[in-house]
């Protein structure tokens, strides 16, 4: 088999040959520049630390770790890389992908979907197809999954700690309990907003509705009482002569009082009002 594969070398076996070789001195310029960008990060988030901006530091943390993710997958593509190389002659001899080489075969054609920077991906995915068919998905790698196809954004306690991680490695004594309660208070005012914007209604912001109705009707209440009293006031002032040389009887059933004009209350024939 290795002197045919010297003499004739099937088109498959060079096309997927070449591409893996390719691939990995691809891999290995990426790698390096994501690699500066993770140093360039952990530099950022050390100063943000020293300087007490601990919420940049906290967003680039964000961003620190999409590179790790990267870098990650990188890690993954070339371990299958290397085991078609190996498994190449292996592929040779069968019209149907071997058992030993379904994950790397289905993994690389994943891969080329979601890893934009390694083009070679996609020849390989070309090659890979036209000879074995379309892959079996259940047979990419797990980890390669979750690192593309089913990533998301990174929790809150991660990029904590990831900030955390970097301030002990370079000896800077940090504790996140402010931030945590920064982004506590976010998190809520956030909830609240999104309560508002989609319009629900309940019992909490009903309660809240009531309260504010009551606050606007004491308002205009006072307000009411308000324009009483200086009508009051003014009319005490206009008709203060005519009071003093009115009988004792009329003072009686109307008493002016700071808040307005309050009738006496009626007493029995005889009777002594207090």
Not at 17 to 46: E, G, H, Q
Request: charge should be positive; charged fraction near 30%.
């Amino acid at each position: 088999m290795n002197i045919f594969l010297r003499c004739f070398k099937p088109k498959f076996y060079k096309k997927s040959k070449s591409t893996t070789s390719y691939m990995k001195i691809r891999l290995d310029i990426v790698r390096k520049k994501r690699i500066a960008m993770v140093n360039f990060l952990k530099m950022d988030i050390v100063d943000f630390l020293k300087n007490g901006l601990e919420y940049n530091a906290y967003t680039r943390a964000e961003m620190l770790l999409e590179e790790l993710r990267i870098i990650s997958c990188y890690d993954i593509i070339e371990r299958f890389c290397d085991s078609i190389s190996e498994n190449l002659s292996l592929m040779l001899k069968k019209r149907e992908c071997p058992e030993e080489c379904k994950e790397a075969v289905s993994s690389l054609i994943h891969a080329a979907a979601w890893v934009p920077d390694v083009p070679e991906l996609k020849d390989l995915r070309a090659v890979f197809t036209k000879r074995f068919g379309s892959f079996i998905h259940s047979s990419v790698n797990h980890e390669l999954v979750e690192k593309t196809e089913l990533r998301s954004r990174p929790s809150r306690e991660l990029k904590i700690q990831t900030v955390k991680d970097i301030a002990k490695e370079f000896s800077i004594d940090w504790d996140p309990t402010a931030l945590n309660l920064f982004l506590l208070g976010q998190t809520s005012s956030s909830q609240i907003d999104d309560k508002v914007e989609t319009g629900t209604d309940d019992s909490k912001i009903r309660e809240e509705k009531s309260i504010v109705n009551d606050q606007s009707e004491n308002e205009s209440v006072l307000s009411e009482s308000w324009t009483r009293d200086s009508l009051s006031k003014g009319s005490l002032s206009s008709s203060s002569s005519s009071s003093l040389s009115s009988p004792r009887r009329d003072s009686e059933k109307k008493k002016i009082l700071p808040y307005g004009l309050i009738s006496p209350p009626r007493t029995k024939p005889g009777g002594r009002n207090n």
